[in-house]
């Protein structure tokens, strides 16, 4: 017997049949006689629905009332999925977010956990009862509705699993599980069979859209194996444990599955994965004062701003006496009011011009072999160089070495690279179900 | 400055733009230098359409999943009002049954209130806030959502009113008030501009829909003046209050209707209203032996079925030896179980036969000028008379007379009724603007 937390997204739980097939996944789960959490985000596009409502009351809703309208989504969903696991004839009980013991900080919006009290959880569990937890929210020290932010439901999901020391934490989405590439731009890139937690953290941080940072940190904090994995098939999905899998877990994998798991090691790829992002921008800051402190003055301007800058160049041009250009990334949401902020900054930070450039893409090889693997940036740079793709910026980790090109390259440039570092399937393994869920 | 907590229906906030009209009316009242509290039900069909949903999902939905469902339509009602009402410049903020300190017992959908804690929402009156509590719902000892079921809202509203000894509890709704009869069936009904609230219980009991009986047995005891009004206008309603308005109120009505509110008490007429009810059916039991404790033992099983009973006539038929016939009215969805309970009890009773009637209508009479008018019963029994219209069963109390008509001929013995005590009204007054709320 083990102890199973899975996740359900918004696209797993669109409609009531939906929902059904849902519930009949927990209750053949827990009829091989595991013990069952679940945590469920809202039906299909309810939370974009509720936020539309909302856009035509006011275009600036105040905080704390948006999170108590958004925290309805998952209490229909939670409430109508433990109704539809009691129809299936196995007991279901739905908790809130502030009854499954979810504790946050103030943070409307983007509310972290600050505590893990599941007792009533537990209790549902010992009852021998199905436990239905709402993702994406939780309740502050002053008894206030949070969310959780984007990706609230997995980290919901992970900080569940970890408090209650269950064997494996399922995220259900809407493919497969972890690809070497997206396959829509990708069509051959393969299912990862296993990955570590460090890089599957590279991976979200950079633009893999399929789980989300915070709940892959938690779990790495709290070494909870996840299991990704799609809500449409019983396929064997991505295993990313940092630990060998709980042996009571064999039942939940198909036989062939586990085979497959077990090829030659040897034979695994060096690359994980490429990760691509579309969602950032690029200011560049041109002929500031190269003295010091002056860079970290415009960061500090930006950081005031609330953005979270990805990579940043420096580079000091010939013909510029002691001044400098600097370039740097961030959210395409913030670029606006960084922009301004910059601008009336002008005259202290004294530079002559900002440049802003919106059509940029960023490609990320992300593998933990890249570590000891000497020539990877010579292969990167040789197969978008021979695919005629230009190299903006560069960052690097010690698993992953990211490149930004402009926006109209980088599917193609996402495609070269993987062909180059032989990742490309023999044939099409991945298919996507539906849309993807929160 | 008075402290006034206003009730919104359903109807009321249908729809995005309904919602920023009761968010104005809202400002409009709170400018006018009152403190507001607001309750307000889930928008427009949401209750019934997570209704449908669950119903899509289980024919018999736990009662504690359901409650979470339901509580959902007011969180989105209550955040996007505090949302328009922010809009409009006045701060709000929005509080769940459970934050407005809204205690309940464990009767998941239809919990009753056995305590009042609304902390929360004096210390925003305090502040300059606009406080909006969720109608409906409510938390129990165990930190379990609850539903108040039936009339919810305006109990909520009346609850809320009594713990902040508030100066008036404003009930809004689709139409101008209380009226002496429904206008959809006499459309000469007049509007009643006061009556006492044991009088407004009578209505509310027989069949009037304006207002829940709970909600009017809270402001009885509490104290708690109403005023029921529309939505759609600024026309005063029905004060419904026993003792004198608050002369601080007086801003609050325009000129006009408190002029009319003066006109001379002599020439009230002794009847406030008529309701009707067709949700009643019939049961006769044929031939039970007429022994001691054989009813009791009936009307044991009755309501070990949960149903509530309204009238009950006992005959002595001369033909049949020691045996009687009992007839009782219920609610009808109460009449299949009951009739089942019955048919099982048939041998233990000991009748003969089973009747069940469910084409039955209910006219009340309600007054407190009744009390000291002789000769309102010989007037109704003639009107009903002259217009060749049965009187099947009659109930009294001191300030109401009910009668049991076919089904077919309730509308008109209400409007032979109406003219017959000279309620008629010489133009029509009633304008009913939508559909009904919770």
């Known amino acids: 017997m083990a102890l199973i937390v899975q996740k359900y997204g918004g696209s797993s739980v669109a409609d009531v049949d939906a929902m059904k097939r849902v ?63 009691n129809e299936c004839g196995v007991p279901a009980q739905a908790y809130t977010g502030a009854q499954a013991g979810i504790r946050t900080d103030t943070h409307f919006g983007k509310a972290q956990i600050v505590g893990m009290v599941p007792e009533r959880v537990a209790r549902s569990i010992r009852d021998g009862q199905v436990a239905i937890v709402a993702g994406f929210q939780g309740i502050s020290e002053d008894d206030e509705t949070t969310t959780l932010g984007r990706g609230g439901s997995d980290t919901t999901a992970v900080a569940l699993a970890a408090a209650l020391h269950a064997d494996v934490c399922e995220i259900y989405t809407d493919v497969d599980g972890l690809f070497t590439a997206d396959p829509r731009i990708v069509p051959t890139a393969r299912r990862v069979r296993t990955i570590s937690q460090e890089e599957t953290l590279e991976l979200a941080a950079h633009g893999a859209k399929i789980l989300h940072l915070r709940a892959v940190e938690f779990a790495r904090r709290y070494h909870v194996p ?23 877990l064999a039942g939940l994998v198909p036989q062939a599955a586990l085979a497959a798991n077990q090829e030659d090691p040897m034979e695994e790829p060096i690359i994980s994965g490429i990760a691509h992002d579309r969602s950032q921008d690029k200011i560049t800051v041109v002929g500031i004062a190269n003295s010091p402190g002056m860079a970290a003055r415009l960061f500090e301007l930006v950081a005031q701003q609330g953005a979270n800058i990805d990579m940043i160049v420096q580079n000091i041009p010939v013909t510029l006496e002691n001044r400098a250009n600097i370039s740097f990334t961030l959210p395409a949401e913030d670029a606006d009011h960084v ?15 900002l440049k802003y450039n919106p059509d940029i893409g960023k490609l990320s090889l ?30 690097t980790s010690e698993i992953r070495i990211s490149v930004v090109t402009k926006l109209e390259d980088l599917d193609r440039a996402v495609q070269a690279v993987h062909t180059a570092f032989g990742l490309d399937s023999t044939e099409s393994e991945a298919v996507i179900y539906g849309g993807t869920g929160r």
């Open 23 to 85: 519930a009949q996944r927990v209750v053949d789960t827990r009829n091989a006689g595991h013990q069952v959490v679940v945590v469920v985000s809202a039906m299909g596009d309810t939370t974009d629905d509720l936020l539309d409502t909302a856009a035509q009351i006011t275009s600036a809703p105040p905080d704390r009332e948006l999170d108590i309208l958004l925290t309805a989504g998952e209490r229909i969903s939670m409430s109508l999925l433990a109704m539809a696991v």
């Open 226 to 248: 996840l299991h990704v994995r799609s809500s449409f098939s019983d396929k064997n999905g991505t295993w990313i444990s940092d630990r060998p899998a709980n042996p009571a």
């Open 339 to 353: 922009m301004q902020a910059l601008e009336a900054a002008r005259e202290e930070l004294g530079f002559k011009e």
């Open 366 to 395: 992300v593998g933990a072999g890249m570590r000891t693997n000497p020539g990877v940036s010579a292969k990167l740079f040789g197969a978008l160089s021979q695919a005629g793709i230009n190299i903006d910026l560069i960052s």
